[in-house]
């Protein structure tokens, strides 16, 4: 009787190991951190998402443009020069502007007025690298992310309407899989779940491992498009910050984990 | 800005014309956005189609009432290759399965021997086991066509209805799926 039953712990302890190892397996956060540790180790504690901030804040505070003006002074809505988590605050509506706008809106906007550049002469790299930067100051800061101005919640609404369109040859739409299908696979990654998983929207801007990219969240929504065979909102546009507030907004109350390290 | 005023124009007039009288998804101000994306993105989401509305509309559950006559017009839309087989050549199946840009069957089912199946549909292991009956044939054939018919504002693309393959096309997956001496069937799907 004594070896039935140490058999039937071994055994049920064995099941356990392989469900849990089927687990890790499984779980896309876990692989990521293990993945940044390999990195870690192997470049002797630089991450490349460092080099990004690095890069960032170089562009961030040196005198440029045709104003010879650094950007410490811009207003990402805590006031001139406060840049601690501000990430979590965005897309919010500016009085100056006298529109709603993400972090790479923003950081556009301060370009042209402190530092004087045309919108067409603003280096994509440039914005992505200083996107990096503001992440860096607002990390493990939380999501408070809440539609109050009536353009605020104008703009969240018509981001939940576009969440929610089907169109296109192959009938896309962001719900579709990030709401009906979340957590299965259509290639490598489950779907986020981007109404309950606070986490979804909480880690933007990332750097990618498995392809070396800096991505801001305007850029994940354009390849979501793009995946799908359709064509990608502009950069820097309303259907990109409207859809970034409904979903920043359904992460409020997160913890950010910035910069973003994912496959 | 200006430059989109005709196009959207030529748009509504083209509906007006094709009589499309379901209800729209797309208001005034949704539009107004969506053009403020730039042109092609408008021009593709502006010419949603009624029954993407409807999906739109319902968040892809669509009520009773609703239901019954939209099936009936995505049975309408589904179209047979011009020799009347169901069943092409597996050969040619095989790459459609397969590629990315072509079915991209593989990224959402299991069941293929040449790559590793996703979960978003059901597993199609061993999918000619189910014979190929005549029946068979023409469900699996239709549900590829337009799979709205049977499972209306599901994620999977409408391959005939949306143009994305032709009707022959279509016949090369059905015998990929059901012909006995298909690699699908004989192979080992790859399972991650």
């Known amino acids: 009787m004594g070896r039935f039953w140490r058999l039937v712990g071994a055994a049920v302890l064995a099941l356990f190991s392989l469900l849990a190892l089927a687990q890790e397996e499984e779980d896309p956060v876990k692989e990521a951190e293990k993945q940044k540790k390999q990195l870690l180790e192997q470049s002797g504690g630089v991450l490349p998402s460092d080099l990004f901030v690095a890069q960032g804040e170089q562009l961030f505070k040196t005198k440029r443009g045709p104003k010879n003006a650094s950007l410490e002074a811009c207003d990402f809505g805590r006031g001139p020069g406060k840049l601690e988590g501000v990430v979590g605050r965005l897309p919010r509506y500016f009085f100056d502007t006298r529109k709603v706008e993400d972090l790479d809106s923003r950081i556009r906007t301060c370009m042209v007025r402190l530092q004087g550049f045309q919108p067409q002469e603003i280096r994509r790299s440039e914005v992505v690298a200083i996107a990096f930067y503001l992440a860096s100051l607002s990390n493990e800061q939380p999501v408070t992310v809440r539609p109050l101005m009536p353009q605020e919640k104008k703009l969240y609404e018509l981001g939940e309407q576009l969440f929610y369109l089907r169109a296109g040859p192959r009938d896309m739409g962001c719900a579709t899989c990030h709401v009906t299908y979340v957590g299965k696979r259509a290639g490598v990654l489950p779907y986020s779940d981007i109404l309950k998983d606070k986490r979804a929207a909480s880690h933007w801007p990332a750097f990618r491992y498995s392809n070396d990219q800096a991505w801001t969240m305007a850029d994940r929504i354009r390849a979501c498009y793009a995946n799908l065979g359709m064509p990608a909102p502009d950069l820097y546009s309303e259907p990109i910050i409207a859809l970034t507030l409904f979903m920043n907004t359904q992460a409020r109350g997160a913890r950010m984990d910035l910069p973003g390290f994912i496959r | ?192």
């Open chain 2, 1 to 192: 800005m200006r430059r989109l005023y005709l196009p959207t124009l030529l748009l509504m007039l083209l509906g007006l014309a094709s009589g499309q009288t379901g209800q729209s998804y797309i208001n005034a101000e949704l539009q107004r956005l969506i053009q403020a994306g730039g042109q092609s993105y408008a021009n593709t989401l502006l010419r949603q189609a009624p029954d993407q509305a409807l999906c739109s509309i319902h968040r892809n559950k669509l009520p009773a009432e609703v239901l019954g006559p939209f099936i009936e017009e995505q049975r309408k839309s589904i179209k047979y290759p011009a020799d009347g087989k169901l069943m092409g050549d597996w050969k040619q199946g095989e790459p459609i399965f397969n590629t990315l840009a072509r079915g991209n069957c593989f990224s959402c089912h299991v069941g293929s021997p040449l790559n590793i199946g996703g979960n978003v549909g059901p597993s199609l292991e061993k999918y000619g086991q189910r014979g190929t009956s005549e029946a068979m044939q023409k469900y699996t054939y239709e549900v590829i066509y337009n799979t709205w018919a049977y499972f209306p504002c599901t994620v999977m693309y409408r391959f005939g209805h949306g143009g994305l393959l032709k009707p022959e096309e279509i016949a090369h997956v059905v015998a990929y799926l059901l012909d006995p001496a298909s690699d699908f069937n004989t192979k080992p799907a790859l399972k991650r």
